[in-house]
């Protein structure tokens, strides 16, 4: 996220990562303020949300305790509240599944159809659209953009509701990310047993479970 944005460059993260202690650059990109500890918890909690929507929208079949597991490159500087986290993910399942037309995040592969111009298209949108080919999944154009795998699954969700893309195929088999032929059915649909109709255009985000503030996150009980 750092990199795609340009907040940091390649060449940085390199040089911190060649001199940090055990390779991990978060120590030194603070020291060197080309992060603040504040702008480098928020990138860490947004990874951290679009991880856990990552797993819940997916299927993982079995799993087994790492015998030797690295700590993070970079860890939040305050922690993470694992309740937040996980209401948080219940909030994305729950926008997700308010849209009129709801993908699989790793199983539909989607393309344009043939009416739909890019240049008529926001930037973000436009980016997206320029990327769907027909072989790619929400998460291809995710990781190919550098962006939010949640935000990349409901912007072309919403892209199909309004007709702009459509699925051009769905994966039955397993891939790298344990998906399988479940995972045809939408990823809200599977977590939350249903998946209701919206009007078109109705994105659900701010209808669903209200996000706590940052402030409100890490306070402190009043009598510490």
Known sequence: MLLASGRVSEHDLSALQH????G???P??????????????VVCMMS???????MA???????????????PLLPAPQDIDPDW???????????????RTALSPFTDRVRAVPSARAPDLSGARRDILQDADGRRSACDIALRLGRSLFAVTTELSRMAGEGLIEVAASDPTPDRHGTGPADRQPPSARALGHLPL???????????????????RHA?????
Do not use: H, K, M, Y
Request: contains cysteine; proline residues 10%; neutral net charge.
């Open 28 to 41: 030194a990109l603070l020291s060197r303020s080309l992060v603040g500890p504040q702008e480098l918890q």
């Open 19 to 22: 001199e940090a202690d055990g």
């Open 85 to 99: 986290l996980l209401q948080e993910t219940e909030r994305r399942l729950a926008a997700l599944a308010s849209l």
């Open 220 to 224: 402190r009980p009043a009598d510490q």
């Open 198 to 216: 919206r009007r078109r255009g109705a994105s659900g985000i701010n209808d669903a479970l209200p996000l706590r503030p940052v402030s409100a």
């Open 48 to 54: 951290a949300a679009d991880a856990a929507f990552a």
């Open 24 to 26: 991990r650059p978060g």
């Open 57 to 71: 929208a997916g299927r993982i079949e079995g799993s087994a305790p790492a015998a030797d597991c690295p700590p």
